[in-house]
């Protein structure tokens, strides 16, 4: 089988290579899948220069999510059957024809979404529903920010902030990404490059701010939000892409009694995998109800996944790219 694979950490385009490989042999706990489509993230660029929180042994190959179809099922696999359509956490190998993958990381998916949805589903809807649901406990009229909303977890956040009946912002780095979050439903969307998102919280809010901020960015902007949280908010850090961790003094945590809730989302999977199998069937409901629906960037081919690699690192991405076998 072809699989795309890395050697050497580094830059994606001097350490990427599309290899023949031999097709993986799961275990009596695993199922083989064959992979339709993969979703592209902007971590994988991290794994790949060797800098994501999580190392992978080299060689490896990259990709952290995909949909396919099971070909083969272990004896102690429960919960999937040969001819079944699944999402997958793959954590790394998404990139590849085939998959071997655990029943606790499989989910089923309505048989109404294309491929191309279903790639661009599982991390993106898992993280925000566990962001809002399960770390900050949003409530109905709550104001939630979400910040780079244009992106695939902000797409994923404002279509599920709105179903839980919260009034949403949304912040995104031109005119045009901030037309797509009201599109999707934001009640207010802003081009952070030409308005102060602080100020604008504050008008909207008539200076009481957000209740739940999801802060995918880091940096700058999990600072300014500190400015921009409401009397008991929850601010919750799910990503640096802005490539700067931030740090926190504790008094201004104290001043307006709010929580920071971090989310890592994939380690549900290792310490309470039900919780995520639950869910996934909630998320399934809201997008047969037309709640949500994922947003495909673009549609790459496979041998084309550094071309949507490059549109992720140059920010020209607007959901979440897709590689398609």
């Excluded at 919750?236 to 504790?250: D, L």
């Excluded at 890592?264 to 290792?270: G, I």
């Excluded at 310490?271 to 997008?287: D, M, V």
């Amino acid at each position: 089988m072809r699989a795309w694979t890395v050697k050497e950490f580094g830059p994606f385009r001097e350490h990427l290579e599309l290899l023949e490989v031999p097709e993986p042999v799961p275990d009596k706990y695993s199922a083989l899948v064959r992979v339709r489509a993969a979703g592209v993230n902007f971590p994988d660029l991290l794994v790949i220069e060797g800098g994501y929180q999580v190392r992978p042994s080299l060689p490896f190959t990259p990709g952290f999510e995909a949909i396919g179809h099971v070909v083969q099922v272990g004896t102690e696999c429960v919960g999937v059957s040969v001819g079944d359509r699944v999402v997958c956490w793959a954590g790394i190998g998404a990139f590849q024809q085939y998959l071997s993958v655990q029943a606790s990381s499989m989910f089923h998916v309505p048989q109404s979404m294309s491929d191309a949805e279903g790639a661009a589903f599982l991390v993106s809807y898992q993280t925000a529903y566990f962001a809002l649901v399960h770390r900050a406990k949003i409530a109905t009229g709550e104001v939630l920010l979400v910040h780079g909303g244009a992106g695939a977890l902000g797409t994923a956040a404002i279509q599920i902030g709105k179903a839980l009946g919260a009034i949403v912002i949304a912040t995104a780095s031109n005119s045009e990404k901030a037309a797509i979050c009201r599109d999707l439903g934001a009640d207010h969307s802003m081009n952070c490059s030409t308005v102060d998102f602080v100020e604008e919280v504050k008008t909207i809010t008539k200076g009481r701010g957000a209740d739940v901020i999801i802060d995918p960015i880091g940096g700058e902007f999990f600072d300014r939000s500190l400015k921009s949280i409401a009397w008991e908010g929850r601010l919750v850090p799910i990503g640096f892409t802005s490539g700067i961790i931030p740090s926190i003094g504790a008094n201004r945590v104290l001043l307006k009694n709010i929580s920071i809730v971090g989310l890592f989302w994939s380690t549900y999977l290792t310490h309470n995998p039900l919780i995520t199998q639950a869910a996934q069937e909630k998320l399934n409901s809201l997008y047969e109800q037309g709640l949500i629906r994922p947003r495909v960037g673009e549609i790459f081919k496979m041998d084309e996944l550094p071309l949507a690699l490059a549109a992720i690192e140059e920010r020209r991405t607007s959901g979440k790219n897709v590689i398609v076998m």
